[in-house]
């Protein structure tokens, strides 16, 4: 079956079997691996992209649903050299210990700062609920992305 | 894991996924936000051979003024009830319960149609409506009839919505100042409902647990209490009356029906029935 997505800015045109998941179609057929597989049950998080601005986990969706949407993965994000808002408030605040979930709690996190772009603790607490971390315990995150609210450029992407 | 094969129609219009599903009868099944669906079809326990994708159709994604009543379109997802100002007000105990159902990228993707229509006992949205005692707008080849809450839930996983039909609309009455309570026991956040309570009170109190048997079910022991003047304490000690919970990893039956009774005092309680 043909789709026809946008990912990162980038129009698609492949044909896919319709139970491919969108994300092996990512991985595999368009050849972006930042976007990691973890539990493959709807659980963790590290298959989190933006679908038409909205986080989604993309184990939990069919690559057909994604014909002609928008969708962004964390590659989108740095520019050049010059990492996103909320990238560097991770780096910076230690938001990350293996990296396993981080491209899938990043894009949680500009997803929560769209919907809250002045966010509480426990909104922050709240909004990450979807995504696991094996490693940090949480804090530093929750630092990290509490530090990016108050950044420029915080809730935009490039594509 | 991965779905055994399917053949994917997209349907263009209600109509469209209508005449798909008369097409190709038991073998289809619809697809809105995917997210009861594909995880069982992952799992190999669900094998449809075609899938009817409606999630996209914008004509079934709305929260209208009816008057007495909001009208919410079938897929609505569950973050766009989370934030509508309409339901807020008129009926908020619905966009609450939808902002505790699973975590928001769930939110972003499931629908209320589609929580309604998978008939799953663990759901919550399904015991809202019975709390709420919502209308079901259902869409066939005979015409669209009306089904109201207390006749939607069949049995585990089966509502009144037959293979060739769709559910087109909820009509959830309109209970502005009503006192409301969504009590949901979870071990973690972003988990199902070990046990669930949605209880509204409006003049009469409608009461109905999620996960307490194989259907969502209707309190009726505790309505009735209440109704024959109970305290909402007296009325709690008989909320697992008539009900037939499971026992799974979480939690065993025994331990359901002694938080059935807990939750429903605090939501009778929270809701000043
Ligand atoms: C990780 C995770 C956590 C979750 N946690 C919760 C939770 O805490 N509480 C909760 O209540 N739910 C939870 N859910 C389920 C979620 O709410 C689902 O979105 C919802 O149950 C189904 O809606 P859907 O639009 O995704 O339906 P789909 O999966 O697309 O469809 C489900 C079923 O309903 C049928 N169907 C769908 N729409 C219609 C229609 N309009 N007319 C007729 N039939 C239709 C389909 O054919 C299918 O059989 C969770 C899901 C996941 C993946
Ligand atoms: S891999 Fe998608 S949620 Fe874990
Ligand atoms: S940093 Fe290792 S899983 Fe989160």
Redesign the interface.
Known sequence: ?HVSPTVNGTTQAHDV???L?LVHYLRDVVGLTATNVGC????C?AC?VL?DG????SC???A??A?GAEIVTVEALARDDELHPVQQAFRENHGLQCGYCTPGMVM?AL??LR?HPDPTEEEVR??L???LCRCTGYHNIVKAVLAAAGMPGATGVRA | MIPAPFDFVRASSVDDALAALAEHGDEAKLLAGGHSLLPLMKLRLATPAVLVDVGHLGELSYVEDGGDHAAIGALTRHRALETSDLLRREAPILPAAAATVGDPQVRHRGTLGGSLAHGDPASDLPAVALALRATMVVRGPQGEREVPADEFFRGFLETAVGPDEMLTEVRVPKVAGAGWAFEKFTRRSQDWAIVGVAAVHNGSTGVALVNMGPVPLRATAVQAALAAGATAADAAAVADEGMDPSADLHADADYRRHLARVLVRRALERAGA
């Open positions: 079956m079997e319709p139970r998941l493959d049950t709807s659980s998080g989190t679908l909205e986080s989604v986990k939990t969706v069919l057909v649903q014909d949680a997803s929560l919907e709240e909004g609920e979807g995504n």
